[in-house]
C-alpha cells in the first residue's frame, strides 16, 4: 500500500498515461491563470505573510496555523476555541512526520508567524458564501494499492487543499488534489463539483471547475477519468511503474 504523497512523487508514468496534458505547460499556464489574490472585506488585497528570519520550523508554523484556523473557524460557527489543544495537536502531528516521540514546544515566534498566517485563512473563510459549513480533515477511502487519505477540508461542492509555501503550485501539488478527486468521487462518498487550492502564506487561491479539471488533463470526460483511474489501482498488486 502507498499513502497519495508516494503516488504524486514517485510514479510519473502513472500520471502521464492517466493525465497526459498534465505537463510543464500546462502547470506554468495553471498558475499564471488561475491564481487569485484574496481580498479584504474593504476590497483591498490581503498581503502575504513574509517568512520570518527567526523561523526555523516552518512546516510546524504551518501546521500550527492550519489547527488555529480550525478552531477560529468553528468559535466564529459555535463558539468556544482551545488554542491549547490545536497546538497540541499540531505538535504531536509534526512530531509523528519527524518519526520522533516529541518536538521543541512552539516558541512564541513560531506562534505569533501561526497567528499571522489565520488571519489570512479568515479573510479566506470569510470569502467562502456565508452559512457554508466547513468538514476539516475529512478521510477519503484508498482504491486498491492506495491507502485511506485525509484532505484538508471540505464542503458539499467543493474540496478546499491547503498549501502553506512559498512559491508557486508544482506538479505534486496538483497530483495530490487529483487523487482526493478520484477517490472521493469515485467512492461516492462525495459530490463536489469544484476544487480550491489555498495558499495562506501568499494570500492566494486556486479555484475552478472538477469536471473541466479531470475532463482536460485526461483527454475523456470526468467518470471515464476517474473510473479508469480506480480500476488502474485496483488491479496492480506492483509498483504502478512495471505495467507502463
Not at 504531536?92 to 520522533?100: D, G, Q, V
Not at 462525495?190 to 469536471?211: D, E, L, M
Amino acid at each position: 500500500m502507498i499513502s497519495e504523497r508516494q503516488l504524486s512523487e514517485y510514479f510519473p508514468s502513472f500520471w502521464k498515461h492517466h493525465f497526459p496534458l498534465l505537463d510543464t505547460a500546462y502547470v506554468k499556464r495553471f498558475n499564471a491563470q488561475k491564481k487569485k489574490r484574496l481580498l479584504g472585506v474593504d476590497g483591498l488585497t490581503i498581503l502575504p505573510v513574509p517568512l520570518s528570519e527567526n523561523v526555523e520550523r516552518f512546516d510546524l508554523v504551518s501546521e500550527l496555523a492550519f489547527e488555529f484556523a480550525q478552531e477560529s473557524y468553528r468559535s466564529s460557527q459555535y463558539g468556544g476555541a482551545d488554542r491549547e489543544a490545536a497546538q497540541a495537536r499540531a505538535e504531536s502531528t509534526i512530531a509523528r512526520l519527524k518519526r520522533e516521540t516529541d518536538i521543541t514546544p512552539s516558541s512564541p515566534t513560531e506562534i505569533a508567524e501561526a497567528d499571522a498566517l489565520v488571519k489570512v485563512y479568515n479573510e479566506f473563510f470569510r470569502n467562502i458564501a456565508e452559512g457554508t459549513p466547513l468538514q476539516f480533515r475529512p478521510r477519503i477511502r484508498g482504491a486498491g494499492i492506495l491507502n485511506l487519505m485525509e484532505a484538508d477540508f471540505v464542503s458539499a461542492t467543493t474540496l478546499y487543499e491547503v498549501k502553506a509555501v512559498n512559491r508557486n503550485l508544482q506538479y505534486g501539488d496538483l497530483h495530490q488534489i487529483l487523487c482526493y478527486l478520484f477517490c472521493g468521487l469515485g467512492s461516492k462518498e462525495y459530490s463536489w463539483a469544484n476544487y480550491c487550492i489555498f495558499n495562506p502564506r501568499q494570500a492566494v487561491q486556486y479555484s475552478g471547475s472538477v469536471s473541466e479539471l479531470l475532463g482536460y488533463l485526461s483527454g475523456r470526460t470526468a467518470d471515464e477519468c476517474i473510473y479508469n483511474i480506480l480500476d488502474a489501482l485496483m488491479e496492480r498488486e506492483q509498483p504502478l511503474e512495471a505495467s507502463f
